[in-house]
């Protein structure tokens, strides 16, 4: 339930939109009013468009999300149990982490194409990093003498991972998680700014192209709302599932 101050804050930025729109201290070409940008969204709803662009979207996220975890997860694993991985690999992975997705982009089309598999490429290529530094992050920072408890207890490898190493590990990784969720959202207009047909980056693109600024608002804003649903349905699964992790969730707004 959003709180009072949360809802006072978000009017206040429409009411200072509409005052910058109606007094005329932005052109209403390049700011139109939120009434006109709400109308806007509702034709579009009307005539599926909004709905058909959406779920493109979605879609792309999803699958360049799952993928990013599928990867990042196991190499981190690896990259804590192999110190000679770790010693030979590390260089060339921080090498890569400064370089921004979308300046692989004209690679990515040479190499996957024009298709659905180098939109996802860059979604991936957006979060993995994230989520795999708080993977291994979250490894490499267990307390060594948890470890050392739990084998004078007597635990196996395997106990002594999912009873000591993985718990002490979470709050790192769901920092990642919900981190790396954020930046899928972040590439998504980058994604399919070129060679793309539908999906929201795509018809905010094609709005600009046509100067409907309008529409381009309207974009930007159903981006900005399906983030956030997918923020907190992130955070509402992990609370479900371990409660404990609630306060840790908040170390990813910083």
Same mark, same amino acid.
């Given at each position: ?91 060339? $992975?921080?090498?890569?982490?400064? +370089?921004?997705? %979308?300046? @692989?982009?004209?690679?990515?089309? =040479?190499? #996957?194409? &024009? ?49 000591i190493v993985l718990p002490s590990a979470l709050p790192a990784i769901v920092v990642g998680l919900r981190i790396g969720l954020g930046y899928s959202w972040r590439a998504l207009v980058g994604a399919e700014l070129i060679a793309s047909s539908a999906g929201l980056g795509y018809m ?12 381009? $608002?309207?974009?930007?804003?159903? +981006?900005?709302? %399906?983030? @956030?649903?997918?923020?907190?349905? =992130?955070? #509402?699964? &992990? ?16």
């Open positions: 339930m959003p709180r009072p101050i949360t809802i006072a804050v978000f009017a206040a930025a429409v009411g200072l939109w509409w005052l910058a729109s109606r007094s005329g201290w932005v052109s209403a070409f390049l700011l139109p009013a939120p009434g006109t940008v709400a109308e806007t969204m509702g034709d579009l709803v009307a005539s599926g468009e909004l709905v058909r662009h959406s779920l493109v979207s979605l879609r792309r996220v999803a699958l360049g999300y799952g993928l990013a975890i599928a990867l990042a997860v196991p190499l981190a694993l690896l990259f804590v149990l192999s110190r000679p991985l770790r010693a030979g690999f590390e260089p060339l $992975l921080e090498f890569l982490r400064q +370089i921004p997705p %979308l300046a @692989l982009m004209p690679l990515l089309m =040479l190499w #996957l194409g &024009i298709g659905e598999a180098q939109k996802i490429g860059i979604i991936v290529l957006s979060c993995f990093f994230p989520i795999f530094l708080g993977v291994r992050g979250g490894f490499a920072a267990v307390d060594r003498k948890l470890i050392d408890v739990g084998t004078v207890c007597g635990f196996s490898r395997a106990e002594t991972m999912l009873r905010i693109v094609d709005a600009e192209n046509l100067a409907r600024t309008d529409i381009v $608002l309207a974009g930007i804003l159903v +981006i900005g709302v %399906l983030g @956030l649903l997918a923020d907190h349905l =992130l955070r #509402l699964a &992990i609370r479900r599932l371990a409660p404990w992790l609630a306060s840790d969730l908040e170390m990813a707004r910083a």
